[in-house]
């Protein structure tokens, strides 16, 4: 399918790795510019290199702590406009509530919440002007189904979803969407650190873990980031207009209700 994206200049937050990468990747395979952002430079330039070399597309590294205005005004001219921005960025650790003070409260919601608005702030009117705009936000499934230890994730998350739903019913009529992806275990960096975690709190091997992870999934597996890129993608594409205030759950089938 012909997503109709050629031409689109792309923001995709926090994509050096893992499912940022993965909807990087698929958003310049369908022919947009893509502004790829991270932190670590050498990680940054080796990710953009292999996308531009993979799909042929302009790809712009773009260091930059998006939780801050200076690092979302870089992303944001870096390209002459913003068609497409997709939030995201890394959540908090597993933690007991108990352990959280403010300041790890704070920087949560400022992280989860506060930031992607500021950013869906900054580009949403030139994209009603346009009239067109794509907006992704990369939360999680415990928003759906809250986890124990991720409580600051979840709420911050939660925070978020609410707030852009009214927004998403005032730019609609201008042909901007804005919809949140919610991943369940997909195979990243992040999920092989909280395996690792658990080998050391458990004593068991990774492999154990893994498959009794796995298990636990109707699925069967982990998913894997380039497919929940292909439905950033095509949540971003020209056919999805009539699609906005949603909230698509890409987990195996892991959340057990039918809503």
Do not use: W
């Not at 937050?13 to 990468?21: D, F, P, T």
């Not at 890394?90 to 500021?118: H, S």
């Not at 709420?155 to 969407?177: D, E, K, P």
């Amino acid at each position: 399918m012909d997503l109709g994206l050629t031409g689109k200049y792309a923001i995709v937050c926090a994509s050096s790795r893992g499912l940022g990468r993965g909807c990087a990747t698929e958003l310049a395979r369908a022919g947009c510019t893509v502004v790829l952002n991270g932190r670590d430079e050498e990680v940054l330039n080796a990710t953009a290199e292999a996308i531009s070399r993979e799909t042929g597309a302009d790809v712009i590294p773009v260091v930059a702590d998006v939780s801050i205005p200076d690092g979302q005004a870089r992303l944001v001219g870096a390209v002459p406009q913003v068609d497409i921005l997709v939030n995201n960025n890394g959540g908090p650790p597993l933690r007991d509530f108990r352990a959280l003070g403010r300041d790890d409260l704070l920087a949560g919601v400022t992280g989860n919440m506060i930031a992607p608005i500021e950013m869906v702030q900054r580009v949403i009117d030139g994209m009603t002007e346009r009239r067109f705009g794509r907006i992704v936000n990369i939360t999680s499934s415990s928003v759906k189904g809250p986890i124990a230890g991720l409580d600051l994730s979840s709420g911050a998350r939660a925070g978020l979803t609410g707030f852009l739903a009214g927004v998403a019913r005032t730019v609609a009529g201008q042909n901007v969407t804005i919809n949140c992806l919610l991943p369940g275990a997909f195979d990243t960096d992040r999920l092989r650190s909280n395996f690792a975690a658990a080998q050391k709190r458990e004593n068991r091997s990774l492999d154990d873990i893994r498959a009794d992870r796995a298990a636990g999934i109707p699925a069967g597996r982990f998913g894997e980031p380039d497919e929940f890129g292909k439905a950033c993608a095509f949540l971003c594409s020209a056919h999805s207009g009539y699609i906005t205030g949603q909230s698509l759950l890409i987990d195996g089938g892991a959340f057990p209700g039918a809503f």
